[in-house]
């Protein structure tokens, strides 16, 4: 029995380090090795990202040999180098065209009065002497589109993504704002609507199913639409 209490036996000096120096050779070798190996795993790891952002493009089958350095390395051929520049042109190609869109929708939602997609459809009044066109309020050919009202004109866009307009119209061109009734469709949407009709005889129907919008875009219209004849009508007077 040792010096400690009864049924507890101590050995003393048991945890104490060995001053051997024998004993730290074999740490030291495991830490190298240890780092060997981390350094190998790492190098492979990045060898298979690169692998994976090549596999990115259509290269398939990619080819390996071992290096100089004895790490792995891709082999390409020259066809497929350029096989990838071609590539990676189209992608910046198609950055640029992205940016491009980004940097307009910008430019309408900071300059544009007025802006967001309404249902359209087109509409021809009759000319004089012609018989009144066939009723076809049934017909749903509404389309999206995104329609903007900026300066003295209205835009409309097929998406809000799209650089140039599918058609224009100027305000000056507008005689006539009024609202439509409203559509009940098969699903149970209704939908409010409010049609523009220019001098030219064509008419446009928009439609939502938000009220408040179609409140602020006859509001908007009606506003701009009376600056511009009232800016016409002096135009007239000082000819005159």
């Not at 006859?218 to 009232?230: Q, W």
């Amino acid at each position: 029995m040792g010096d400690g209490p009864r049924g507890i036996e101590v050995l003393p000096d048991y945890f104490v380090a060995s001053t051997s120096g024998s004993d730290t050779l074999p740490i030291q070798t495991s830490s190298a090795t240890n780092l060997r190996s981390h350094s190998h795993t790492w190098a492979r790891q990045k060898i298979r990202s690169a692998t994976s952002m090549l596999n990115l493009f259509s290269l398939k089958g990619l080819s390996w040999r071992l290096g100089a350095n004895g790490q792995d390395k891709v082999v390409l051929s020259v066809v497929e180098v350029e096989s990838l520049r071609s590539e990676i042109a189209a992608l910046e190609e198609r950055e640029s065209h992205f940016k491009a869109q980004l940097e307009h929708i910008d430019e309408i939602l900071r300059s544009a009065r007025l802006s967001g997609y309404l249902f359209l459809r087109t509409r021809w009044a009759a000319l004089p002497g012609e018989s009144l066109p066939i009723d076809d309020t049934d017909v749903d050919d509404w389309l999206p589109r995104f329609i903007v009202l900026h300066g003295s004109c209205i835009y409309l866009y097929m998406l809000s993504t799209d650089l140039s307009p599918q058609d224009s119209t100027f305000l000056s061109d507008i005689v006539e704002i009024g609202s439509l009734p409203c559509l009940s469709r098969e699903d149970g949407e209704t939908r409010y609507c409010f049609y523009l009709l220019t001098r030219h005889g064509l008419r446009y129907e928009c439609s939502s199913t938000s009220k408040i919008q179609i409140d602020l875009w006859l509001e908007a219209l009606r506003a701009d639409c009376k600056l511009a004849s009232n800016s016409e009508n002096l135009n007239d007077s000082e000819k005159a």
